[in-house]
């Protein structure tokens, strides 16, 4: 039996690609926006802190979960007690008290404390430190002498045969240079106390050498045992006077009047050869640069 209820067709219709699309899109933006102006505002702050408060600030944002601690569980999430730098610290609080003004007590108190550091964490010089440092100096400076001398003798044709006159060593005193007699080529005339024109060249040549050196000078005079003859001086008188020529040949060369320690005669005193002490080389003018006494630090005594 067919039944007499309409059969009723429903059409629906769909909406075209122009419909609302509600307000989703504008929070997005906003946080776009947001976003943007936080980043900003970081760059500006980081151009324009000290490196300091940059730290504090590093440290104000850095996750907790970063920091290590030694107190509560000392885990990961271990926590500290407030005001403390660690997981629950405020990071900046170091930063803060460190650019804190200070009373003039406490910076004074504290430079002094800084100044105590600095010199503690330096080595200590010692006496035999500087000492040692000033032979090894001297030693290198007496050695480039000898050599500076010797080559001048060399290197000249008017030294070159006076070079068997010259006797150099060291000694405890310092680095001594002898200008002695040969058998007929002395460097003085009998009886007299002007150094003839061998000995003067030698002497312009120790003097150019010496005058490259720090160290002051004696001059020794030195005779044979011969003794004087009645109607001139005596030795003493002679070893004296030849001394103070010599001197005087030095000091044209340049060197300063204040580095000359001693001038003195020595007569027969001091042979060169003890065992003839007439010979002709005890004849002879001994001039010596001096070992320095090393210089003492502050605060150190002998």
């Given amino acids: 039996m067919a039944s007499d209820q309409p059969v009723v067709i429903k059409k629906v219709k ?3 690609g122009h419909g ?28 324009n802190t000290e490196p300091e408060q940059r730290e504090g600030i590093a440290d104000y944002f850095a996750p907790a979960s970063v920091s290590r601690t030694t107190s509560g569980s000392g885990g990961v999430l271990g926590g500290t007690a407030f005001g403390d ?16 003004p ?13 100044e105590t550091e600095a010199s503690a964490s330096q080595p200590e010089v010692t006496i035999d430190a500087v000492a040692s440092a000033l032979a090894r100096r001297e030693a290198a400076e007496f050695a480039s002498a000898e050599q500076s001398l010797r080559q ?19 000694t405890p005193e310092g680095l001594r240079i002898q200008l002695i007699d040969e058998e007929g080529r002395p460097m003085f005339s009998p009886g007299q106390i002007e150094p003839n024109e061998r000995a003067r060249v030698l002497l312009r ?10 160290n002051r000078i004696t001059i020794s005079g030195h005779t044979d045992a011969s003794p ?9 008188e002679l070893s004296s006077a030849r001394a103070n020529s010599a001197l005087n040949v030095l000091l044209e060369t ?15 005193a001091e042979p060169l050869f003890p065992d003839d002490p007439y010979l002709p080389g005890n004849r002879r003018l001994s001039i010596t640069l001096l070992r320095e006494a090393p210089v003492i630090p502050p605060g150190h005594s002998l």
Wanted: hydrophobic share 45%.
């Fill in 152 to 170: 001048a003798l060399m290197d000249m044709p008017e030294l070159a045969e006076l070079s068997r006159h010259v006797i150099i060593e060291e």
């Fill in 102 to 114: 200070r009373p003039a007590e406490t910076r004074e108190r504290e430079q002094q404390t800084t």
């Fill in 254 to 268: 340049g060197i300063p009047d204040h580095r000359i320690a001693e001038v003195r005669g020595k007569a027969g």
């Fill in 85 to 100: 730098e660690g997981s629950r610290g405020s990071g900046a609080a170091s930063v803060v008290d460190r650019l804190a």
């Fill in 228 to 236: 004087a003859p009645s109607s001139g001086p005596s030795n003493w």
């Fill in 20 to 47: 609302h699309h509600g307000g989703a899109w504008k929070v997005a933006y906003a946080d776009f926006v947001t976003a943007m102006m936080a980043f900003f505002l970081m760059m500006w702050l980081i151009n």
């Fill in 14 to 16: 769909k909406a075209g």
């Fill in 205 to 214: 040549a120790v003097g150019e050498i010496a005058q490259t050196l720090p």
